[in-house]
């Protein structure tokens, strides 16, 4: 299993600033990816954090709103930029240890942009 | 592209009761995986099912996966309040590590 932390665990913002948010993996790992879950929505898949590479982003999400970094294998960033109303969601970091097995999650940064 | 689809999106129970979540993959899944999620909590892992037509337990609860390998059902026995919370199906895109998630069922327990 891992062990992750995140930091804010919450934040209350103004629109038009940018939020980083931290996300710490007690061992190394592969596999890092950071989710927005709407309230009493599901979880959705913002992008899979690389370890010296570019991120690989979904569908709908752009590296220009959601810059991410992976500048080693315990540690990523997500920065929610230029942010709106519509961005106030819960920020989840999680981490895959192999590419068919459970992936652990973060506590979650609850954002709430103003 | 791949979906996953969960239904009841929410189930009130009164305690003692059973209960039932089904999932529904729009392809053949190499492994289901179940999560729950307690109020203001985040996703825990609970069990991963890899073979066709595979059953598990854990105390009350009973994980199924499809013969087919693209549906599976959580069924929990004599609901308790502990209970409570949201319940997540995924299932791998591809070898990428990626979970597809379904949309959850939300479980109310009434004591």
């Known amino acids: 299993s891992a062990v992750i932390s995140q930091k804010p665990s919450r934040d209350i913002c103004q629109r038009g600033t940018s939020l980083t948010i931290q996300c710490q993996v007690d061992s190394q790992v592969t596999m890092m990816f950071w989710y927005r879950q709407q309230p009493g929505q599901s979880l959705t898949l913002i992008a899979t954090a690389n370890q010296g590479s570019e991120a690989t982003y979904e569908s709908g999400f752009v590296i220009d709103k959601f810059p991410i970094s992976r500048p080693n294998l315990t540690f990523s960033t997500l920065t929610v930029s230029n942010m709106s109303p519509e961005d106030s969601s819960i920020y989840l970091c999680?981490?895959?240890?192999?590419?068919?097995?459970?992936?652990?999650f973060g506590p979650g940064t609850r954002l709430t942009v103003l | 592209g791949q979906q996953v689809m969960q239904i009841p999106q929410y189930q009130h129970v009164q305690e003692g009761e059973d209960f039932t979540t089904y999932c529904n993959s729009s392809t053949t899944l190499s492994n289901i995986q179940w999560y729950k999620q307690r109020p203001g909590g985040h996703p825990v892992f609970l069990i991963q099912?890899?073979?066709?037509?595979e059953v598990k337990k854990q105390k009350r609860l009973t994980f199924q996966f499809g013969e087919a390998k693209k549906n599976s059902s959580l069924h929990i026995t004599a609901t308790q309040t502990t209970d409570v919370g949201t319940y997540f199906c995924a299932g791998p895109s591809g070898n990428t590590g990626k979970l597809i998630f379904g949309q959850g069922t939300t479980l109310q327990v009434k004591p």
């Open positions: 099912l890899v073979k066709s037509g």
């Open positions: 999680s981490v895959g240890l192999s590419s068919h097995n459970e992936q652990f």
